[in-house]
């Protein structure tokens, strides 16, 4: 059994995301993470703050991400792109509990993500889904590296 399903890849679009990603993050938006090491991060659709209380506001929006969360995720809520400088990693950890559990993984560029015990070796454009309750951890990569995440979010903390 392994802990995550694998749904597929991006193909014909990969050098488009690539190249979409570069863009992102040359336009000045993409915040440093407290949670992981060398990361930068910015949120579409829903943008969400986890501490010190779970606040939920407006986030991005931009037309690619939108549509690839539409057909891979129809019930998304928000999207979390996360760009990893070298040695750039996150250690062991569950997500916060405002999220649904069921999250939609994009990985951009090539890491090893563990999950319970478990290890794997995720391909540049290859989209997974995990259970974020199970311990999971990015290790350092050897290369720059992103990542795009599709999560669903309880809709008590989303305001009206
Ligand atoms: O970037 C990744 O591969 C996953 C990071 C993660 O687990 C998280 O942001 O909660
Ligand atoms: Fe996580």
Not at 36 to 48: G, I, Q
Not at 124 to 145: A, K, M, T, W
Not at 153 to 159: L, M, R, T, V
Request: with cysteine; glycine share 6%; aromatic share 12%.
């Amino acid at each position: 059994m392994s802990l995550i399903q694998k749904i597929g890849y991006i193909r014909r679009d990969l050098n488009i995301l690539h190249s979409w990603c570069k863009c992102q993050s040359g336009m000045g938006q993409m915040h440093n993470s407290r949670y992981a090491f060398n990361r930068t991060h910015k949120w579409f659709k829903h943008s969400v703050i986890l501490s010190p209380n779970p606040t939920i506001t407006q986030g991005y929006w931009d037309e690619r991400v939108f549509r690839l969360g539409n057909r891979i995720y129809p019930e998304w809520d928000c999207a979390l792109l996360c760009h990893y400088g070298l040695g750039g990693h996150m250690k062991p950890h569950t997500d916060h509990v405002v999220f649904h559990f069921f999250t939609v993984l994009v990985n951009i560029g090539y890491c090893t993500f563990r999950i319970g015990n478990e290890e794997h070796l995720l391909d540049d454009g290859q989209v997974i889904s995990f259970n974020s309750n199970i311990p999971h951890e990015l290790l350092p990569v050897s290369s720059e590296r992103a990542s795009l995440t599709f999560r669903r979010i309880h809709s008590i903390y989303i305001p009206n």
